[in-house]
């Protein structure tokens, strides 16, 4: 099975930035599409960002301007710039990639708490 490891989850004050990363732990053909979904206590996982295979991408609206999507094909990363960050976006952040041959798979979550 796939594994997808997480890493730059952190605490900081609301109006910082952090910058997450998520790996594929094998190197995958570029025949997918990876992205970010995040959990609140009590609240229901929801999609933050996708990248997909052709570079295109997705934001949930209430991230658009502030969080930048992008991935390496060649080495299957992807990256979640995150800046002006607000209490609201804390959450355990989720990496994602979905494969047409492979299915899809998730990272086991990284924590990412805003303090104002």
């Known amino acids: 099975q796939v594994q997808l490891v997480e890493s730059g989850g952190g605490n900081v004050q609301a109006g910082g930035s952090l910058r997450l990363s998520c790996a594929a732990s094998?190197?995958?053909?570029?025949?997918?599409?990876m992205g970010w979904y995040r959990q609140a206590p009590g609240k229901q996982r929801e999609l933050v960002a996708i990248v997909s295979r052709d570079g295109s991408t997705n934001y949930a609206d209430s991230v658009k301007g502030r969080f930048t999507i992008s991935r390496d094909n060649a080495k299957n990363t992807v990256l979640l710039q995150m800046t002006s960050l607000k209490p609201e976006d804390t959450a355990v952040y989720y990496c994602?990639?979905?494969?047409?041959?492979?299915?899809?798979?998730w990272g086991q979550g990284t924590q990412v708490t805003i303090s104002s």
């Open positions: 994602w990639l979905r494969n047409a041959y492979l299915g899809t798979y």
């Open positions: 094998r190197t995958l053909t570029s025949n997918n599409d």
